[in-house]
Every structure is written in structure tokens, then in C-alpha cells.
């Protein structure tokens, strides 16, 4: 384990921000962890620990130290009959291992295809997508508790999974690290296409045998109508969650706004299109500099070149307002924002 000093991380973020690090960490193992934990650098320091970089916005050069975690490996912990729980480093990359699930014919992730990032950062946003979410497989996970130095395993419950949280992005928010996840899937051929969209797109072709290799392809295939592609932009995905509101709020706003977009939740709350709601706001395909509202979806903000952190936070913060002010409903980021401690 060596830590280096002034590190440039934009390969080591997806917005391609050009910002520094006065220290940068590679952890490898628990072992690293544990002996990080003893130098003088971290406990004196701020330190962040970063997942793939895929899902933060540097604001500035980070004053403390990054904590880049690469622990590797894909093993079976359990095969039956009809599932097998794989446990997973953390430092894999989240659709490396998808394809290898695809590959294994173990079903359900799939619908989180091209999702990028590392598996270690799955649980702490509980990722989404196509009417999914990694809990619904996961089992647990180990780590490292770098207030005790403890390395505990936290199972399902204790992960308080909800919508892109979790226990880990609350409470145990960048004082844990994650460094292997266990996922139960099932080796029975079964789908998940309740999202409807991804059910219209799979049945778009006249196809003889829908298999899992399909099933991804056509994920892919949607995500890249929607995402940028490519190193030439920089992205984080949807920088913002799709907002939920009460019903009587949805049906006041569904009074006034009659094309407004709602889903019925769970609980019988309505999840708002985050994307809509910009989009009706006339921010689509808008750009100042090179930060920018991707042009073919509004939820998503893009380098253009060579934007700052503050760049793309200012255009986040003008959205917020303008969404506020036509529709009264504050976003909340999905992206997580680095500025130094003041």
C-alpha cells in the first residue's frame, strides 16, 4: 500500500472534472484497510472513499485523501439447485460482474445493466433501474469500521435499504468501507419486465427465445438512447432523484400540470419524472460553457470538455430553482457533491 500525493482525479471521475487530491490511497484487501487506518495521513486528514468515481461531482482540488478501493474477486459461497450466492469484491466493476452473471445464465441483476461504477458502491446508492434495484438480490456484505477498526458483515435488514439510500450513505456515511458483496440468484429463467418501457423494447422483434443475453442487450441498447457514450462527455448518469410526493400533492399538481408524469409507489406515494419535470422547465440540450443538459435526456448534466465542478454545480442549482419556482417541488441530487470542510 503506498500513498501518493497530489493526484490528479480526472480519470477517476466520470465527469472528467480536472481536480487534484493532496492524497491518494489504492486498497487492495482488508489488511490495506486495517493499516491505513494507523498512518499519521489519515488520521489527520478529511478522506473520502470513492466507488468508480460514477456517481460524484468535485466541486474543487479535494484537501485529505482519496481512498480508491480495488479489492477484486468473484466467488460461490452457495450453489443449489435452482440459486447460487456469489460474493463479490468490491473494487470489481459493477457491469463486469452483470456479465459475468449473464454469461453464468444467474438471473436477476440484469435489468441493472451498464450501470457504471464498482460493486462496492451498489449498496450505498442502492442502484436502480428498469423496475430494480440491488436489494432485491443482495444477502450482505463485509467490511471495515474505520472509527473501531472492526471488520463486521451487515445483513439485509441492517443495511436500511430505501430509495438510492441506504445505511451506509446515512449513518455510516464515509466511516465504513465496503469490501465485498454477496448476491442470491436464481438459476431459473425468469424476467423481470415490469418496467414498461423495457417490456415494449424486448418485444419489439420478432424474437424465437428470449434468453438473458437478450434481455442485457436490450438494456444496453436503452441506455445508450438515453446516456452519453464515449470519454469525450462527461456524466454521472440522472443527477437527480426522481422526487415523491403524497397523493393529495400529486393529484393537485396532475389539476394543474394534466401531462405531468406519476408512478403509484409502494407505500401509495407518486414518484415524479425528475426528467419531465426539468424538461418542461426548457432546460433540454440547454448549455453554458461546456457544462450542459444532455440533449437527449434532461435529467442527465455532461461535461462538455472542459467544465468545472462549480460549472456543473451551478447549472444543478439554477435547475433546482427553476423546477422549484414552475412546480414547487424542490430535486434532491442523486449525485453526491465534494467540497472541502469549511
Known amino acids: ?119 462496492g458502491a451498489a449498496p450505498v446508492q442502492n442502484i436502480g433501474a428498469y423496475g430494480i434495484e440491488q436489494q432485491d438480490c443482495f444477502v450482505s456484505l463485509r467490511g471495515v469500521n474505520l472509527k473501531t477498526k472492526e471488520i463486521i458483515e451487515l445483513n439485509y435488514e441492517q443495511s436500511n435499504f430505501g430509495y438510492r439510500s441506504s445505511i451506509f450513505k446515512k449513518e455510516l456515511a464515509n466511516n465504513f468501507i465496503i469490501t465485498s458483496v454477496q448476491y442470491k440468484l436464481s438459476r431459473k429463467k425468469t424476467f423481470n419486465l415490469s418496467y414498461k418501457e423495457l417490456e415494449n423494447e424486448v418485444y419489439k422483434f420478432q424474437v424465437s427465445d428470449i434468453d438473458l443475453q437478450y434481455i442485457y442487450d436490450t438494456i444496453c441498447r436503452l441506455r445508450k438512447s438515453k446516456l452519453p457514450t464515449g470519454d469525450s462527455i462527461g456524466s454521472a448518469g440522472s443527477f437527480f432523484k426522481n422526487p415523491i410526493v403524497n397523493k393529495s400533492e400529486y393529484f393537485k399538481l396532475k389539476n394543474e400540470f394534466p401531462e405531468i408524469k406519476g408512478y403509484l409507489t409502494d407505500v401509495n406515494d407518486y414518484k415524479l419524472s425528475a426528467g419531465w419535470l426539468i424538461e418542461q422547465c426548457g432546460w433540454k440540450g440547454k448549455r453554458f460553457g461546456d457544462a450542459a443538459v444532455f440533449d437527449k435526456h434532461a435529467l442527465v448534466l455532461v461535461n462538455l470538455g472542459n467544465a468545472s465542478g462549480k460549472d456543473i454545480l451551478n447549472l444543478a442549482k439554477n435547475i433546482q430553482s427553476s423546477v422549484n419556482d414552475k412546480f414547487g417541488i424542490r430535486l434532491e441530487p442523486e449525485v453526491i457533491i465534494i467540497e472541502n470542510k469549511k
Open 1 to 119: 500500500m503506498t500513498i501518493h500525493k497530489n493526484i490528479s482525479l480526472k480519470s477517476y471521475n466520470s465527469f472528467n472534472v480536472d481536480v487534484s487530491a493532496d492524497y491518494f490511497v489504492s486498497i487492495n484487501n482488508e489488511e490495506d484497510i486495517i493499516d491505513l487506518i494507523e498512518t499519521d495521513i489519515f488520521q489527520k486528514n478529511n478522506y473520502f472513499i470513492l466507488g468508480g468515481g460514477s456517481n460524484v461531482l468535485f466541486v474543487e482540488d479535494y484537501k485529505g485523501l482519496i481512498i480508491n478501493v480495488e479489492i477484486k474477486g468473484i466467488h460461490i459461497r452457495k450453489s443449489e439447485d435452482d440459486y447460487v450466492v456469489l460474493e463479490v469484491g468490491a473494487g470489481e466493476n459493477w457491469d463486469g460482474f452483470i456479465r459475468t452473471c449473464v454469461k453464468s445464465n444467474y438471473y436477476g441483476l440484469e435489468n441493472l445493466a451498464l450501470i457504471p461504477g464498482k460493486v
